[in-house]
């Protein structure tokens, strides 16, 4: 057998095993019946369960099989995190010192990777649209948008967006650079001047004072999420007279 190459021989030396065992069973099988007349008792020589069991397989395919089932789960788990700007799907369409706009388009069925967003920002829905939006760290929101819905989303998280729909998901995110205002309790806004109108977005709950000159105070307080439009026109400084750090966004026109 020394020209047989290794992995033949392997296979012969198996073989040979198989016969010396069908040919002991068969032995014993004949004994069994001339002892017994009439009656067929199979006897099977002890040995250990080996791998020519066809049963001893079973336990390591279920392990293969629920192996290939976590896969997708296990690679869910394990996203890599990408800035925006590395992610393929959002396309850097403009930057400058106060905005970094950027057209997404999500194809049919797909998902954007897992990105985060450091700014807040408002985005602008183009086409009806259907997506999961999927929040590290929590449950994914099943949302549907309609042609030129706008939201604000204060920034720092990241997200999977996955478009559930037939066709193109699409919208224009605009970073604000510049807007977000943070004031701790007491702390003071020097004062400044509002050429033309302007939105106020509260990210958290608010507490200010509104000192406009030539008039009295002004209290404003607003909720969590809360939206004032105001006009233009005035020099003013801004008070947070609350007990917790105020964050809100301002958008200029």
Not at 33 to 56: E, I, M, N, Y
Not at 226 to 251: C, E, M, Q
Request: hydrophobic fraction near 40%.
């Amino acid at each position: 057998m020394s020209d047989v190459m290794p992995s033949q021989r392997i296979t012969l030396r198996i073989s040979e095993s198989l016969v010396r065992r069908l040919k002991n069973h068969a032995a014993v099988t004949d004994r069994s019946k001339s002892a017994l007349p009439g009656r067929t008792q199979a006897r099977f020589p002890d040995h250990p369960v080996s791998a020519l069991d066809p049963g001893a397989t079973i336990p390591a395919m279920k392990r293969a099989l629920l192996l290939f089932l976590l896969i997708p789960f296990l690679a869910a788990q394990t996203a890599t995190e990408v800035e925006i700007t590395a992610e393929p799907s959002h396309h850097l369409a403009l930057e400058n010192e106060y905005v970094r706009v950027f057209k997404v388009e999500v194809a049919p069925r797909a998902s954007t990777l897992m990105h985060r967003h450091r700014h807040d920002y408002v985005f602008v829905t183009l086409g009806d649209a259907h997506v999961s939006n999927e929040v590290e760290g929590k449950p994914p929101a099943d949302l549907k948008f309609t042609d030129g819905e706008t939201h604000f989303v204060p920034g720092n998280f990241a997200h999977v967006a996955r478009n559930l729909s037939d066709q193109p998901f699409c919208n224009v995110t605009i970073e604000l650079m510049q807007a977000e205002v943070n004031l701790e309790p007491d702390a003071v806004v020097p004062s400044h001047h509002h050429d033309g109108p302007h939105l106020v977005v509260a990210i958290t709950d608010l507490d200010l004072r509104s000192d406009v000159e030539g008039m009295s105070p002004m209290p404003g307080k607003f909720k969590s999420g809360d939206i004032k439009w105001l006009p233009g026109g005035y020099s003013h400084t801004l008070t947070n007279v609350g007990k917790s750090p105020a964050r809100f966004v301002t958008v200029e026109f």
